[in-house]
């Protein structure tokens, strides 16, 4: 299947055109057609394929993200686990009390990644992950969550930026692997997820259709679990930050999940919340799903 130039610069080349992307908020403008099933899946196996040398950068910048997290004897017991775990023949989804102090939040082996398990996974408090070895579910001790609410008077308001989701999932993919390597199964997982509509990209830009940053996530039930977020710069995160927020308190979303808790995530807004903590809340945001693919400008009321 080739892939016409059209939709490699449309798609690949520095995300959507600056043009289609200020056209969004035009009067009567519409978003782009999206792409055919077979020109989508064509351009995914094009952007998720990994050379062998690729693994290796990736696997080697992964180490350097990990090593300095974990520690080398996290990492040692995360080995050992996980060989425990396969020859015992661990099988379902594992319970998120159980998960491991060191490294922290690991909870087993995750085999399958079908969209029913990923978001089974979800609902429990768990999300797959994998930079060295097999693929493997998390559930950490603290959990980086904030209300969007909190957020908005956190950091002041949107500040006039302009929000657009699901216009470029496979580019935000490849986007967010800049910054944190992602394995290929991984990508199509979440891929999936897309096409099931729980996952979705957002593109954050200035009036002028300038581009200040982006991301993905996933919708279960009323909480919006990040898995990638990046900004031009200081200034651009916070009010980015705000207008996703801004959005997803439109949407009736609860809670905003960044899921591990940093430094910089802390001086955003978000709050640590326990793991026993965070599954109670998260409990109680599962009776609205919200599936389907979001329209650009308009936000779809709360439930």
Request: net charge neutral; proline share 7%; glycine share 10%.
């Amino acid at each position: 299947m080739t892939i016409t130039q059209t939709e490699v610069n449309r798609l690949i080349a520095g995300r959507a055109r600056l043009g289609e992307l200020a056209a969004l908020f035009s009067p009567g403008a519409e978003p782009p057609a999206p792409l055919s099933p077979r020109a989508r899946k064509a351009l995914r196996e094009r952007l998720f394929a990994e050379k062998p040398l690729e693994a290796l950068k990736r696997v080697w910048r992964a180490a350097r993200m990990v090593l300095p997290r974990d520690g080398l004897g996290g990492c040692l017991r995360a080995t050992e686990f996980m060989l425990r775990e396969k020859s015992i023949g661990a099988d379902g989804l594992p319970d998120p009390s159980r998960a491991l102090a060191s490294p922290d939040g690991l909870c087993g082996v995750a085999d399958e990644l079908s969209v029913a398990t990923v978001m089974d996974a979800y609902e429990r408090g768990l999300f797959p992950s994998g930079h060295l070895g097999p693929m493997k579910w998390w559930s950490p001790s603290r959990r980086a969550i904030a209300a969007p609410r909190t957020l908005l008077a956190r950091l002041g308001g949107p500040n006039e930026l302009r929000i657009a989701f699901d216009q470029n999932f496979e580019a935000a993919l490849s986007e967010a692997d800049l910054a944190q390597p992602t394995p290929p199964r991984l990508k199509w997982a979440f891929a999936g997820l897309f096409d099931a509509g729980f996952a979705h990209s957002f593109d954050i830009s200035l009036k002028t259709g300038e581009r200040v940053g982006g991301g993905y996530g996933v919708a279960v039930g009323r909480v919006f679990v990040i898995e990638a977020l990046h900004f031009r710069d200081a200034t651009a995160r916070a009010s980015g930050l705000a207008a996703l927020a801004e959005a997803l308190d439109g949407r009736g979303f609860q809670w905003v999940d960044a899921k591990r808790l940093t430094a910089e995530l802390a001086a955003d807004g978000f709050d640590g919340a326990p793991r026993m903590d965070y599954l109670a809340r998260l409990r109680c945001a599962l009776a609205v799903e919200q599936v389907g693919a979001w329209s650009a400008p308009q936000l779809a009321e709360a439930a």
